[in-house]
């Protein structure tokens, strides 16, 4: 092996470039998607839907409609607030803003309306659904108003679309990437490696010896290129972290999730074996002489 | 120049028995029997019976077409014949698996025609790749690809140039320095002085004779008057080859010992009655480079 790299180190840099390149690809489509399933259920621990009730509905009815509304597909609570509840979360909130609790003070408890408060459950659709269900809502008699938080989830929509066209378009170049692990050393070096097979079996050499220190440096060098992704990455997550939860706010959890172990572990073992046979494919096939 | 005078550890001598290079008992390392070979439809060899046994040189002459290369390259296992049997330290070669064969050719020293050398590695390097294959270490393997090159005339200096950086005449000595280098049991050379001066001719020849007292069975082929006399002198057998017959005796023709035999068998030319003067023109070595391009050509993968 080691006159192997001493003699042709190209071929074997460019399959640790090509193998670090593909890894980081790979690995940054998997963050993006680990980024997105773990923004989804911060988001569904928030309301989507308020449904505002008229003042002449009934607290049967209200009860009543909490109960239909329950029962349609993809809603996951429904929870009736009264008017005295609106005010008091109204004055908690705007104390933690401080200094706007002096003007609630003169509120009357029935000033609020009662409301409906829909969770649905967290899909990649959720914006949809809850705009279907906001449209429905309004349709039924004594619903005043309904608010599907448009604004908030449009934005949401909008990174998520962008993190899976990000996601797309990184595992589109992880296969270019690829393609490329596989082609480029083989042909870089050809001649010259042709010329040594040449000698090799001439002199006794079985095609197994003269493949074997070609798949242990092809190995190698998608250890290598492997290990150098996978630190890269470690170390744009561990910077970007904190971009991103500035950007979505209180929908990303506190600590942003790496690759799991398990699968860099597999990618890793993966990439080994698919650059130790790279590596014995570079050598040219031997024909037989004694056929 | 000291001789290559590492003791022999195994392989194919521990396969024939003989322990110790020159000794007493002479054994053969290559036996063909009644081998032919046909190339493109034309029969190249016909017939060859032929041993040779260690410590010996044999040179193997013959005009155009005779079949030298051909024989050469089926006495080193390169080429399968058509018909008959090849021995090489009395293993059936043609009986043994492919696999079986790399290890054959461990042990035996093969000057092809057109010698592959790895370009971008040095002369010294392309010598110590035989030793490597052989199990060699490293170190040793230096020591002993360096004599060998002194061995053959190569200049020290030229020693750890690149093989691409040399003349023609100074690849053709690399690649004659790893056929010999370390003595393997067997040596085959085809054309080993072509395109040598005089001065380089003699080192080659030399360097057999080397190879000879270390017990190697060495056998040459050659078209050059002035290289067969070299090797006749030095005490070389030497068999005449046409039409890819043997020429003159029965197709049985053993080569028994150095100048303390009795008379040789009838057909085998004898150092004092072989016509070494005969001359070849310039058209005759010009058809024997072209039959060694061919058969270099269909035996390199």
């Known amino acids: ?291 | 120049m000291p001789p290559n005078d590492r003791p022999r550890s195994g392989g194919l001598y521990a396969q024939i028995g003989l322990s110790q290079p020159g000794a007493s008992t002479l054994s053969t390392v290559l036996r063909l029997q009644d081998v032919s070979c046909a190339r493109h439809g034309r029969t190249v060899v016909n017939g060859v019976s032929l041993s040779v046994e260690a410590g010996q040189v044999t040179l193997l002459r013959g005009g155009r077409g005779a079949g030298k290369s051909t024989l050469l390259a089926i006495a080193a296992a390169v080429i399968r014949p058509g018909a008959g049997r090849v021995f090489i330290a009395g293993r059936d070669i043609l009986g043994l698996q492919s696999s079986s064969l790399p290890f054959v050719r461990r042990n035996v020293g093969y000057l092809p025609p057109e010698p592959p050398l790895v370009n971008d590695e040095s002369a010294i390097e392309n010598v110590m790749m035989a030793l490597a294959v052989r199990g060699e270490a490293i170190g040793n393997a230096r020591v002993l690809a360096m004599a060998s090159l002194r061995a053959v005339g190569l200049p020290e200096s030229a020693a750890e140039l690149d093989v691409s950086e040399l003349s023609w005449g100074e690849r053709r000595l690399v690649a004659v320095a790893r056929a010999m280098v370390g003595s393997p049991p067997l040596i085959v050379l085809d054309e080993p002085a072509a395109g040598l001066d005089a001065d380089d001719r003699e080192a080659v020849a030399m360097a057999m004779g080397v190879a000879q007292s270390c017990g190697s069975a060495v056998i040459c082929g050659s078209a050059d008057p002035s290289f067969a006399t070299l090797l006749a002198e030095a005490g070389a057998q030497i068999v005449e080859l046409e039409g890819g017959r043997l020429v003159g005796g029965p197709r049985m023709t053993v080569l028994r010992g150095l100048r303390a035999t009795p008379a040789p068998a009838p057909g085998v030319i004898s150092t004092v009655d072989a016509d070494i003067d005969e001359e070849l023109d310039d058209d005759d070595l010009t058809q024997e480079v072209d039959e060694s391009q061919e058969l270099a050509s269909e035996s390199t993968p």
């Open chain 1, 1 to 291: 092996m080691k006159r192997a790299v001493k003699r042709q180190p190209a071929p074997l840099l460019a399959l640790c470039g090509a193998f670090a390149l593909l890894m980081m690809l790979m690995g940054s489509a998997r963050l993006v998607s680990q980024i997105s399933d773990s923004v989804l259920p911060r988001l569904a621990e928030n309301v989507h839907v308020i449904a505002y009730l008229q003042d002449d509905m009934t607290t049967d009815k209200a009860h009543a409609l909490a109960e239909i509304v329950s029962r349609v597909p993809g809603v996951e609570q429904v929870r009736a607030v009264g008017s005295a509840e609106a005010l008091n979360r109204l004055r908690a909130e705007s104390k933690s803003m401080g200094g706007v609790s002096a003007f609630l003070s003169g509120v009357e408890e029935g000033f609020l309306p009662r409301s409906l408060e829909v969770k649905l459950k967290a899909t990649n659709s959720l914006s949809d659904r809850a705009t279907v269900l906001a449209a429905r809502l309004r349709k039924i008699p004594g619903i005043a108003e309904v608010d599907a938080m448009e604004d908030g989830l449009a934005r949401l929509r909008s990174v998520l679309a962008l993190c899976k066209g990000l996601g797309w378009s990184l595992f589109a170049l992880a296969l270019v990437a690829g393609v490329a692990v596989l082609v480029l050393p083989l042909i870089q070096g050809r001649q010259r490696r042709q010329q040594e097979v040449a000698v090799l079996t001439l002199l006794g050499e079985t095609p197994e010896g003269i493949r074997r220190p070609w798949a242990i440096a092809g190995g190698a060098a998608a250890l290598l290129g492997t290990g150098l992704a996978w630190m890269l990455l470690w170390v744009a997550h561990a910077t970007l972290s904190h971009s991103l939860a500035e950007l979505l706010g209180s929908w990303v959890p506190g600590q942003l999730p790496f690759v799991p172990w398990h699968e860099m572990l597999g990618a890793t073992v993966i990439a080994v074996i698919v650059g130790a046979w790279v590596g014995r494919r570079a050598m040219p096939s031997m024909r037989g002489q004694y056929a």
